[in-house]
């Protein structure tokens, strides 16, 4: 057997050509690689973190564990490079989920900011391999910026749906400056997902959304690089923020192929957090993993504002593989802790600081104990959603208290001026 896209319903498979991302019985496909054939260990991955080259892949954290991600030439590779992010902890981190061993994974210090360029490089990749003249995705803005930025990269043409007035200032400015088709849908990011899955069916253009199976190898390398960050030492908790659960998807994944290689012997606890106002998972989680009941969503995490969510079967095999659970967390702690990750120097989006509100959430519930060791992934980079910031801090956000808001002060352009204000502030 070599790599094949299998139906993870009905175990029907394909082979890896075409433009395939559903089963014939509308199943999610996986990309499934024939593990015990691949002669990959802990030694060959850790020697190509010190490879160096001309070639951007050389240097990327996806394509270092390419025999787990996809089998290809290595000179049709289109990479930025992407990965190889910082695994940051200290004092500051740790008093704000009330947990000693806690790091944070930045996956917004990729090339375009988010943990999207791991799936995008794979799927712009495949997309030229199969020889696609156009790619598509529906987007709460990071995968937009992403796949703008890959396909011009590789020569594509973009097109990108996004529910209108409701993507952050700084993605929506990146896709139009990447050059992509931008269509601002009139709804929501649920109802730009059916359309753009419509328009790639009938226009043929290729989907390059997480339901596409190329993507989630992509991503699985973000629990890879985990991993290998803490010397192959698996950590008790990885916590993350779920939207249409394309990672907690590629965790699972990831973390079963890792353990089928026999390169790690345990599994860490998956822990997926859902802001409350988009939280048909968690719904679902409570009752044990009921059929998804899709919600109207909102959420000042625009990334997350997800009602339907797409990988949603793929998401609850992730969680049972790795007794994973659900938890949800409002506006209000989302915006406080993204406001102490932010102070703490490392800042990240508001989709982001929903995995450490979850963190510590869970160390508060006494689900992660103390002593136990947890990584949260921060997904998208501070400067994404400058709105939802300044406007915490200058107390505009509806219906947030600021917490921990830093306020500009406005002064006269006078000596006497500034050494007012710091006497106010050392005091
Ligand atoms: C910053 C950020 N975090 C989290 C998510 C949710 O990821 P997933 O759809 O894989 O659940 C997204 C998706 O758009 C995102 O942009
Ligand atoms: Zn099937």
Redesign the pocket.
């Known amino acids: 057997m070599a790599t094949v896209l299998r139906c993870m319903e009905c175990g029907a498979e394909y082979p890896l050509a075409g433009t395939r991302y559903r089963c014939d019985c509308g199943g999610l496909m996986d990309v499934v690689h024939e593990l015990a054939s691949l002669a990959v260990s802990r030694e060959l991955f850790d020697g190509r973190m010190w490879e160096r080259g001309p070639e951007p892949w050389r240097r990327s954290g996806v394509w270092r564990f390419r025999e787990l991600v996809l089998p290809v030439e290595e000179s049709s590779l289109v990479s930025r490079p992407e990965g190889n992010t910082p695994l940051y902890r200290g004092p500051a981190l740790s008093r704000v989920v009330g947990l000693e061993e806690f790091a944070v994974k930045h996956e917004?210090e990729n090339p375009t900011g988010?943990?999207?360029d791991r799936g995008m490089t794979v799927g712009v990749t495949w997309a030229r391999a199969i020889d696609a003249k156009a790619v598509a995705c529906a987007?709460?803005?990071?995968?937009a910026a992403s796949m703008s930025a890959y396909a011009a990269l590789a020569g594509l043409m973009a097109i990108v749906f996004v529910p209108e007035g409701k993507v952050a200032a700084g993605k929506l400015a990146q896709a139009l400056a990447y050059g992509a088709l931008t269509l601002e849908v009139a709804g929501d990011f649920d109802a730009a997902m059916a359309l753009v899955q419509e328009s790639c069916r009938e226009l043929g253009i290729y989907l390059l959304n997480?339901l596409n199976p190329f993507r989630i190898e992509g991503?699985k390398t973000i629990v890879f690089e985990i991993l290998q960050d803490l010397g192959w030492e698996p950590p008790d908790w990885i916590v993350?923020?779920?939207?249409?659960?394309?990672?907690?998807?590629?965790f699972g994944k990831a973390l079963w192929e890792l353990r089928e290689l026999g390169l790690i012997s345990r599994l860490p606890r998956l822990a997926?957090v859902q802001a409350a106002g988009a939280s048909p998972f968690y719904r679902s989680f409570l009752k044990g993993f009921s059929p998804l009941e899709p919600v109207r969503a909102e959420t000042v995490?625009t990334?997350?504002r997800?009602g339907n969510?797409v990988?949603f079967p793929r998401a609850v095999r992730s969680l049972r593989w790795t007794e994973g659970l659900v938890v949800e967390v409002t506006d209000q702690e989302i915006m406080d802790v993204k406001a102490q990750v932010d102070a703490a120097g490392i800042g990240c989006?508001p989709?982001?600081a929903a995995a450490v509100a979850g963190t510590r959430k869970l160390v508060s519930q006494g689900i992660i104990r103390r002593g136990e060791r947890a990584v949260a992934v921060l997904?998208?980079n501070l400067l994404?959603d400058p709105e939802a910031t300044l406007a915490y801090h200058i107390g505009k956000l509806r219906g947030i208290e600021p917490r921990f808001a830093n306020r500009p002060r406005r002064i006269e352009a006078s000596l006497a001026a500034v050494a007012e204000v710091l006497e106010e502030v050392v005091r």
Request: glycine letters at 14%.
């Open positions: 917004g988010s943990f999207k987007s709460t803005g990071n995968t997480s991503q993350f923020p779920a939207g249409n659960l394309g990672n907690t998807a590629a997926a995490a990334a997350i997800i969510p990988s989006e989709a982001s997904t998208g994404k």
